[in-house]
T-cell receptor
Framework: TQLLEQSPQFLSIQEGENLTVYCNSS?????LQWYRQEPGEGPVLLVT?????EVKKLKRLTFQFGDARKDSSLHITAAQPGDTGLYLC???????????FGTGTRLTIIP | DTGVSQDPRHKITKRGQNVTFRCDPI?????LYWYRQTLGQGPEFLTY????????KSRLLSDRFSAERPKGSFSTLEIQRTEQGDSAMYLC????????????FGPGTRLTVT
């Protein structure tokens, strides 16, 4: 089983601060997805990155795929309480698209 | 499009009882996935269907677990003789069977085995 390690496991910061969370693996990915999950709900897809070195922006969120396609980061600028949630990275399996999820980063933004 | 729905949202059962969960996917989606998520962890793949055919089952899916999708639409996941270790959130997702197509997740069924 290919493991996706996410760090930090927990992060609690003040509103307005910037933060970065990471997703790492020892293996190369063909693509990587980032999800946010709120309590009592299923994960919601934020972005898919495919090309090594790729950077995608979604409002205040910036996603980067490592050049070697073994790691990814999510940077949030000027965090808001609405950003609170569990952030998960996931690798789609070629063919059946089943997802292998990372361990998650639980983010809390304090107003 | 009402999204993926799951029923019930919460289930509390005593050890040894059987439980059944239902998932209704997005209507035109031919793939349906089941995942299990324990507290503080990411979801883990259990099984998936393409139309009515169950194409893969994880080793996590012991013989007490069975899933069906009889008409290629809704799916059920049954757990027989529940154990405390079965306590988790059971998530269903659906998608089109095309490379790179997004999976849409339901809200999950939270199972507590006492």
């Amino acid at each position: 089983t290919q493991l996706l390690e996410q760090s930090p496991q927990f992060l609690s910061i003040q509103e307005g601060e910037n933060l970065t969370v990471y997703c790492n693996s020892s293996s190369v990915f063909s693509s990587l997805q980032w999800y946010r999950q709120e309590p009592g709900e299923g994960p919601v897809l934020l972005v898919t990155v495919v090309t090594g070195g790729e950077v995608k922006k979604l409002k205040r969120l910036t996603f980067q795929f490592g050049d070697a396609r073994k790691d990814s980061s999510l940077h949030i600028t000027a965090a808001q309480p609405g950003d609170t949630g569990l952030y998960l990275c996931a690798k789609p399996n070629f063919g059946n698209e089943k997802l292998t999820f990372g361990t998650g980063t639980r983010l809390t933004i304090i107003p | 499009d009402t999204g993926v729905s799951q029923d019930p949202r919460h289930k509390i059962t005593k050890r040894g009882q059987n439980v059944t969960f239902r998932c209704d996917p997005i209507s035109e989606h031919n793939r349906l996935y089941w995942y299990r998520q324990t507290l503080g962890q990411g979801p883990e793949f259990l099984t998936y269907f393409q139309n009515e055919a169950q194409l893969e089952k994880s080793r996590l899916l012991s013989d007490r677990f069975s899933a069906e999708r009889p008409k290629g639409s809704f799916s059920t996941l049954e757990i027989q003789r529940t154990e405390q270790g079965d306590s988790a959130m059971y998530l269903c997702a659906s998608s089109l069977a095309l490379r790179g197509r997004e999976q849409y997740f339901g809200p999950g069924t939270r199972l507590t085995v006492t």
